[in-house]
């Protein structure tokens, strides 16, 4: 596209450029699109804004505190142009890092000593920007960038600047917000970066990060229920409609037009009452689908009121994943209504790696118990942390990988607890139902508990 420059930190771009874009590696409907791109013969990054009535605030923000964040010397793409087309689009342009990816996906697969490196660098890079008097107000590992051992900020437009240094009480919530992104599995590798690079000056860290866990937990819920750039939403005809906007198998469509194709084999996994469950297969992928199977009138009528089930493993799922919490990623969600009342739903996931636990034999069991305790150990205090209780830990109802990781399935009873006292007294229910999986193994139980009580 041809555009007019109508401001320029580079001498390559002056009054007009042509940009090409070429990947699109985000879009927000009706906001912006983030482009791979050239121009001048160079690659850049570009932050394309459509028309709408926020578009010359979100701009201005995007191009100015880009320009104060390298004029503070901060690691941020050097901002090269803001631009502007004949059908009323405006883009920012930066230059392009090469090798980048995103720090919540490098964290993923990144080994013990590279992980550390990240959070030595995140950490440094906070204590930098707080004696600056600046402020990441949208504080999350995907607004941060990894290139070849450098860290670097994005989404500039989120900053805020002040003309002193952060006093302590802004600090420590701005650190809490950033704890309460990190997956709770490295938490300690990250406490340790804050601990040798901020050192010990922020007082009340620990008991500040707790309510901000909390409150990323019920930001993200609220989320998965809307259109967004992580989710597609929309109702019509009955038909309520949730699926990841990077799911672009056709199953999407094949599930939107006739769910229940799925479920004229008979080799299912699961046919009961209340759901039946089925694999997909599309290739060499294979996916799990539930369908909650149409209920009586009345039974109808008392739930009218409640969420449906299928909507709440769907948003668990998700909330649960976003903390680093393995379980399956639901992929959509198809809740089908006559009038106000649900009649059946449907709920398309990821397949578990592994095998149940009720699936694998003693002996291979009696093998794999010490890392199995140690797992479910792992996943006991990931649930706290979050004051979250499964509602049903059957050992149905945990897959074991070859790999050694326990990851928890069936989610429609999982709660998100708004109070202590209240997750106290489920989770103690909890702890005594997986336990009595082995009620005929006391020797098994005694080694969880006093795994559980070692990690205290």
Not at 38 to 47: A, Q
Not at 201 to 221: C, E, F, H, M, W
Not at 333 to 353: I, Q, S, W
Request: glycine fraction near 6%; charged fraction near 25%.
């Amino acid at each position: 596209m041809h555009l007019q420059v109508l401001e320029s930190e580079s001498s390559d771009f002056k009054t007009s450029c042509v940009v090409d874009c070429g990947k699109n590696l985000r879009h927000l409907p009706g906001r912006r699109n983030v482009w791979q791109a050239v121009s001048e013969d160079r690659e850049i990054l570009v932050k394309v804004y459509d028309p709408h009535p926020k578009q010359q605030r979100d701009v201005s923000r995007e191009w100015d505190n880009a320009k104060r964040l390298a004029e503070a010397q901060l690691e941020v793409p050097q901002p090269l142009f803001l631009v502007k087309s004949e059908s009323g689009q405006i883009a920012v342009g930066f230059e392009w890092i090469p090798d980048g990816e995103t720090v919540d996906r490098t964290l993923s697969h990144a080994e013990a000593t590279e992980r550390a490196k990240i959070f030595q660098q995140l950490v440094s890079l906070h204590e930098r920007q707080h004696a600056a008097g600046i402020l990441q107000s949208d504080d999350h590992l995907g607004n941060y960038l990894w290139s070849r051992g450098q860290l670097w900020m994005l989404d500039a437009g989120t900053c805020l600047f002040s003309d002193a240094p952060l006093e302590e009480s802004k600090r420590v919530e701005n650190m809490a917000v950033l704890a309460a992104n990190i997956p709770l599995g490295l938490r300690q590798t990250y406490d340790a970066a804050v601990a040798e690079h901020y050192g010990l000056s922020l007082t009340g860290l620990v008991d500040a990060i707790p309510s901000s866990i909390q409150n990323r937990a019920r930001k993200y819920y609220k989320k998965t229920r809307r259109s967004c750039s992580d989710f597609e939403h929309h109702k019509e005809n009955g038909k309520e409609w949730l699926a990841c906007r990077d799911f672009s198998s056709s199953l999407k469509s094949r599930l939107q037009e006739d769910p229940d194709q799925f479920f004229t084999d008979t080799s299912w996994l699961k046919d009961g009452n209340t759901c039946t469950v089925v694999e997909v297969k599309e290739g060499e992928t294979s996916y799990i689908l539930k369908r909650y199977n149409e209920k009586s009138l009345s039974y109808r009528l008392r739930h009218a009121l409640l969420t449906p089930r299928a909507l709440m493993s769907w948003s668990n799922g998700h909330v649960l994943r976003l903390f680093g919490v393995p379980t399956p990623r639901p992929l959509a969600c198809l809740l089908v209504r006559n009038g106000p009342l649900l009649k059946k739903a449907y709920l398309l996931m990821e397949k578990a790696d592994g095998a149940a636990l009720d699936q694998i034999s003693e002996e291979d069991l009696d093998r794999q118990m010490p890392v199995i305790a140690d797992q479910f150990v792992q996943r006991w205090h990931e649930l706290d942390a979050l004051q979250v209780t499964h509602g049903d830990m059957k050992s149905g109802n945990f897959m074991f990988s070859e790999d050694g990781l326990l990851s928890l399935i069936d989610l429609d009873g999982t709660t998100f607890h708004q109070t202590a006292a209240a997750h106290q007294q489920r989770k103690e229910k909890d702890l005594a139902r997986f336990l009595r999986n082995w009620e005929k193994r006391p020797d098994w139980i005694s080694a969880i508990r006093a795994k559980l009580d070692a990690s205290s």
